[in-house]
């Protein structure tokens, strides 16, 4: 029951998040979305070296000074994961016109959605794999920690679900209901990608740091790539800045109180 609710809590912060559609109208003011994507880039910082990177290297301890080798690998892989499904993948992020990845005859809003698939890949990735720290039964992963970070991602989403859901409303003129089955949708693949790495749990173990540090560096490269560079669009501003510290440190204050 406990691996079923974690995988579903940052799930459900979108859901709730794409839930905005039947409360507001049209789109988030835009200072409010650059200070919420800075709030989201604070917290996948965060919890990708408290509780990723820094477990990944404290199960490395026997290796000594090379202690970090297995979590550069493991990093190293993640981000070049997602540039490969960056690459690969039509998608479009909002406030853009030009598509990226392979060349597509797919309608706006499929790659649309297929943007936000990408971004939450890497996050059910990591409480995936953190569940599978606990499983393992190593001390390094509590059963809080793991849902330290299982909630701040789900914090992070709530913002993001709202996002989604808000510009397809007012922009494309979908009713509200199909707004925000789009935007909840958009956060479904994050525990169908944390099952799976359950399901492979029995392989995965042995390398756990290894995958720690890959959801890791897959994470912080949706971040740097595109979170970051959103949030400076337009009008220059330090709302994003000011939303990145506050992300950071409520996601650092989580996995450091109940880790």
Same mark, same amino acid.
């Given at each position: 029951?406990?691996?079923?609710?974690?995988?579903?809590?940052?799930?459900?912060?979108?859901?709730?998040?794409?839930?905005?559609?039947?409360?507001?109208?049209?789109?988030l003011?835009p200072?409010v979305?650059?200070?919420?994507?800075?709030?989201?880039?604070?917290?996948?910082?965060a919890?990708?070296?408290?509780?990723l990177?820094?477990?990944?290297?404290?199960?490395?301890?026997?290796?000594?000074?090379?202690?970090?080798?297995?979590?550069?690998?493991?990093? $190293?892989? +993640?981000? !070049?994961? *997602?540039?490969?499904?960056?690459? =690969?993948? &039509?998608? #479009?992020?909002?406030?853009?016109?030009? @598509?990226?990845?392979?060349?597509?005859?797919?309608?706006?809003?499929?790659?649309?959605m297929?943007?936000?698939?990408?971004?939450?890949?890497?996050?059910g990735?990591?409480?995936?794999?953190?569940?599978?720290?606990?499983?393992?039964?190593?001390?390094?992963?509590?059963l809080?920690?793991?849902?330290?970070?299982?909630?701040?991602i789900?914090?992070?989403?709530f913002?993001?679900?709202?996002?989604?859901?808000l510009?397809?409303?007012?922009?494309?003129?979908?009713?509200r209901?199909?707004?925000?089955?789009?935007?909840?949708?958009s956060?479904?693949?994050?525990? $169908?990608? +944390?099952a !799976?790495? *359950?399901?492979?749990?029995?392989y =995965?173990? &042995?390398i #756990?740091p290894?995958?720690?540090?890959? @959801?890791?560096?897959?994470?912080l490269?949706?971040v740097?790539?595109?979170?970051?560079?959103?949030?400076?669009?337009?009008?220059?501003?330090?709302?994003?800045t000011?939303?990145?510290?506050?992300?950071?440190?409520?996601?650092?204050?989580l996995?450091?109180?109940?880790?």
């Open positions: 029951m406990n691996l079923f609710f974690g995988l579903m809590v940052p799930f459900i912060g979108t859901v709730f998040g794409a839930a905005c559609v039947f409360i507001l109208r049209g789109e003011n200072r979305q650059k200070m919420l994507l800075g709030f989201a880039s604070g917290v996948m910082v919890a990708s070296i408290w509780s990177l820094i477990p990944a290297m404290d199960m490395s301890a026997e290796w000594g000074k090379l202690a970090f080798l297995p979590a550069v690998g493991g990093f $190293l892989l +993640g981000v !070049l994961f *997602l540039l490969l499904l960056d690459w =690969l993948i &039509p998608h #479009l992020h909002l406030g853009s016109e030009e @598509a990226e990845g392979h060349k597509s005859s797919l309608k706006r809003t499929t790659m649309l297929l943007a936000v698939t990408l971004h939450n890949i890497p996050e990735m990591a409480v995936g794999a953190i569940f599978v720290g606990l499983l393992s039964g190593g001390s390094e992963i509590t809080t920690a793991a849902f330290a970070l299982s909630i701040g789900a914090i992070q989403n913002p993001e679900g709202a996002i989604i859901s510009p397809l409303r007012s922009e494309k003129g979908m009713n209901l199909r707004a925000f089955f789009y935007g909840a949708a956060g479904i693949v994050e525990p $169908l990608a +944390g !799976l790495v *359950l399901i492979a749990s029995h =995965l173990v &042995p #756990l290894v995958l720690l540090s890959f @959801a890791a560096g897959a994470m490269y949706v740097v790539e595109e979170l970051i560079p959103e949030t400076s669009r337009g009008r220059h501003s330090n709302l994003g000011i939303g990145f510290a506050v992300g950071f440190v409520l996601m650092m204050a996995d450091v109180a109940f880790g």
